[in-house]
């Protein structure tokens, strides 16, 4: 069973997202533990202050090193020994992606450290594994960061979707993009299910399905392909979509 913990100044932010949907069916089955830790708990100031102006001057509040190295000591108190990954969330992290997520998924713990203000201490980094971004552009603090990291992460885990493979499938998961898929009806308004999904030919559905799966890496992330290791099936099939792409915009421009 995994065990993620948080650190944070709203604890609340994390109650609903938390506890619905495929992440509060993990914890209701006791797939994983989350506990959430309000760090202002820790502050030795009388009046639980957990930032303070930079030393040098400048724009904005720092938080103090202090809370965050007493709450993660109570931590591994409650675990000693346990092999965790310390994560600061800041945007001069490390992007996060899907190699990151099933990274973490094989972890024992996951600490997460949701900052807030201006920036950090830079003390706080000595006391952390890693330090990760979601994306270029900067949040108001790291609780909407983590929220989508733990989603990301805990879906990867062992029977916590109903289907394992789902997980293997996935956009990212093996280096392209998923291919389309379609469900009943066959026929929607004339949009009509491809037929090759319909004639039960296992062999043929996974060509299908691995070609498409390369021609939406191939229109929409390009660079995904830059350094992908096709193999000689993939590289014919690609050559085909490149051909099949430039017929179509020849047949547009005309």
Not at 14 to 28: D, H
Not at 176 to 181: D, I, S
Not at 192 to 197: A, I, M
């Amino acid at each position: 069973m995994m065990q993620i913990d948080v650190l944070t100044l709203f604890p609340r932010m994390f109650e609903g997202p938390l506890g619905e949907s495929i992440i509060g069916k993990a914890r209701e089955k006791d797939l994983l533990t989350i506990n959430v830790h309000n760090f202002r708990d820790y502050s030795d100031n009388k009046h639980h202050t957990v930032d303070d102006y930079p030393y040098g001057g400048g724009a904005g509040m720092l938080l103090k090193v202090q809370p965050i190295f007493d709450n993660l000591k109570a931590i591994e108190a409650e675990n000693p020994g346990q092999k965790k990954r310390v994560i600061l969330l800041d945007p001069a992290g490390k992007p996060f992606d899907q190699k990151l997520a099933e990274e973490f998924a094989k972890e024992e713990q996951l600490v997460f450290i949701c900052g807030h203000y201006e920036g950090y201490d830079e003390r706080i980094r000595d006391l952390v594994t890693d330090e990760v971004s979601l994306g270029d552009y900067v949040l108001t603090g790291g609780e909407l960061g983590a929220m989508v990291m733990i989603d990301a992460t805990v879906r990867l885990l062992p029977e916590v979707l109903g289907n394992d493979t789902s997980a293997q499938t996935d956009s990212y998961s093996t280096g392209l993009l998923e291919h389309p898929q379609y469900t009943r009806p066959a026929d929607f308004n004339g949009q009509k299910v491809p037929e090759v999904l319909l004639n039960g030919n296992h062999k043929l559905i996974e060509a299908w399905r691995l070609k498409e799966s390369l021609r939406r890496t191939y229109t929409r992330r390009p660079d995904l392909l830059e350094n992908f290791p096709l193999t000689k099936e993939m590289q014919k099939m690609l050559a085909e979509i490149q051909a099949e792409t430039d017929a179509a915009n020849e047949a547009q421009q005309s």
